[in-house]
């Protein structure tokens, strides 16, 4: 089944401790994202990777950090976290944009389950 | 900078009735504007997409209407049933070579039976 799968699903933790959140793609996407989903303000972008060793921020990205060593794989890392971190985390990913090949086209993103946190 | 403007923020429509929501931007350089659908406790699933050069999509009871001058968009759900409960966001994706989304900041939308 083409999916895209988080882990952990929640976790509560506490401030400064260290925490990775897990996303893998069976789909050989290209393209792999972080997003932010807090009540009033919809999802936010934290950061993007548009292939193997190239990421970028999007719009939210302070305190965090990630790795995209394999095409499946986009960690999302919170080295020290913090209260404000508490939030619904989605992982998306999906293939690239055809516009190089002048053919413009939507290429659906697809959502992992998320990842409830709660830094106390 | 809100660059996606979405409204109601919430919206209850009776069971047969059309609901419908409005999303505005301002950057001209978005070339595609989704719409996804959110069910509690899942992530969000597309629903439909538009193209700026196109003024309406129909995919069975959901309908996407696109003015580009005014820079609006909005999603008509006809015939809305219970099942359609859920949160809507419509989104922006930069063009240019970028995949990255704008997402408005959603809308809950009850069908009462």
């Known amino acids: 089944e083409a999916q895209v799968t988080q882990n952990p699903r929640y976790l509560i933790t506490v401030t400064g401790k260290k925490l990775t959140v897990t996303c893998s793609q069976n789909m050989n996407h290209e393209y792999m994202s972080w997003y932010r989903q807090d009540p009033g303000l919809g999802l936010r972008q934290i950061y993007y990777s548009m292939n193997v060793e190239v990421t970028d921020k999007g719009d939210v990205p302070e305190g965090y950090k990630v790795s995209r060593k394999e095409k499946r794989n986009f960690p999302l890392i919170l080295e020290s976290p913090s209260p404000n971190q508490t939030s619904l985390y989605f992982c998306?990913?999906?293939?690239?944009?055809?516009?190089?090949?002048?053919?413009?086209?939507?290429?659906?993103?697809?959502f992992g389950p998320g990842t409830r946190l709660t830094v106390l | 900078q809100q660059q996606v403007k979405q409204s109601p923020q919430s919206l209850i429509v009776q069971k047969g009735g059309i609901s419908i929501i409005n999303c505005a931007y301002e950057?001209?350089?978005?070339?595609?504007f989704p719409w996804y659908q959110q069910f509690p406790g899942k992530g969000p699933a597309l629903l439909i997409a538009?193209?700026?050069?196109?003024s309406e999509k129909k995919e069975g009871r959901f309908t996407i209407s696109f003015n580009k001058s005014a820079k609006q968009f909005s999603l008509h759900i006809m015939d809305s049933q219970p099942g359609d409960s859920a949160t809507y966001f419509c989104?922006?994706?930069?063009?240019?070579?970028?995949?990255?989304?704008?997402f408005g900041k959603g809308t809950h939308l009850i069908i009462q039976p």
């Open positions: 989104a922006a994706r930069q063009g240019g070579g970028a995949d990255g989304l704008t």
């Open positions: 538009i193209r700026p050069d196109v």
């Open positions: 998306a990913s999906s293939p690239l944009g055809s516009w190089t090949t002048g053919v413009s086209s939507y290429n659906e993103q697809f």
């Open positions: 950057n001209t350089a978005f070339d595609y």
